[in-house]
């Protein structure tokens, strides 16, 4: 069966460090893969898009990678802050011809000062 | 822009209540989708539409559940009769389409939290 998988522990840093994030998937062929960042009584928010012949994408501070043979992607934060404590989740598209994005179920980040 | 509008943002009825949830999808967006959150499931679609005609609801749960989009601007999610395990954050996101599912940024509303007693 289809299935996408985060890590379900928190992932607790200090400040000013490195977060990164995975995100494997089994029985996919996704096209794109998109993460989203939620915080506590919000909705999910837009960070970023990576398509499968990208092997990287960045913004800012943040940078994603999308591996297809792996069937990986890592998120990564640098210097983190404090403010980028929230819970982040990736979607794919299911790469087939319906117009569906299914989400992981995230993994939160704190960030100690 | 105001965003995505949901309401109401918290309800809480009792078992067997009919419950309508509504949604005012971003001005100019042509897809618009349902999902539904628990701790136990995280996110799920539960039906999506695309210039206001509904095209999978193959995640809706069950024949309680139904949704309507009369209109560009107005949707909504209708549980009838509730039941304590549809207690749940439910989210209306919107986009416009331009291409495949994974180009389309979603963009979501602030998400309805439904206590069913």
């Known amino acids: 069966s289809q299935k996408i998988e985060q890590n379900s522990e928190a992932l607790n840093i200090q400040e000013g460090k490195t977060a990164t994030l995975t995100c494997n998937y089994t029985?996919?062929?996704?096209?794109?893969l998109q993460w989203y960042r939620q915080d506590p009584g919000r909705g999910p928010v837009f960070l970023l898009l990576i398509r499968e012949n990208e092997k990287e994408k960045r913004k800012e501070r943040l940078k994603v990678t999308f591996d297809t043979t792996l069937k990986q992607s890592l998120f990564h934060i640098t210097a983190s802050q404090p403010a980028d404590s929230a819970t982040y989740l990736c979607?794919?598209?299911?790469?087939?011809?319906?117009?569906?994005?299914?989400f992981g179920s995230g993994t939160r980040l704190l960030v100690r000062p | 822009d105001a965003g995505v509008i949901q309401s109401p943002r918290h309800e809480v009825t009792e078992m067997g209540q009919e419950v309508t949830l509504r949604c005012k999808p971003i001005?100019?967006?042509?897809?618009l989708f349902w999902y539904r959150q628990t701790m136990m499931r995280g996110l799920e679609l539960l039906i999506y539409?695309?210039?206001?005609?509904?095209?999978?609801d193959s995640g809706m749960p069950e024949d309680r559940f139904s949704a309507k989009m009369p209109n560009a601007s107005f949707s909504t999610l209708k549980i009838q009769p509730s039941e304590p395990r549809d207690s749940a954050v439910y989210f209306c996101?919107?986009?416009?389409?331009?291409?495949?599912?994974?180009?389309?940024?979603?963009?979501f509303g602030p998400g309805t939290r439904l206590t069913v007693l």
């Open positions: 539409f695309n210039n206001n005609v509904p095209i999978d």
């Open positions: 029985n996919y062929s996704p096209a794109y």
């Open positions: 001005s100019g967006h042509n897809s």
């Open positions: 979607a794919l598209d299911r790469g087939d011809s319906s117009y569906k994005l299914i």
């Open positions: 996101a919107s986009s416009r389409r331009s291409g495949g599912a994974g180009t389309d940024t979603q963009y």
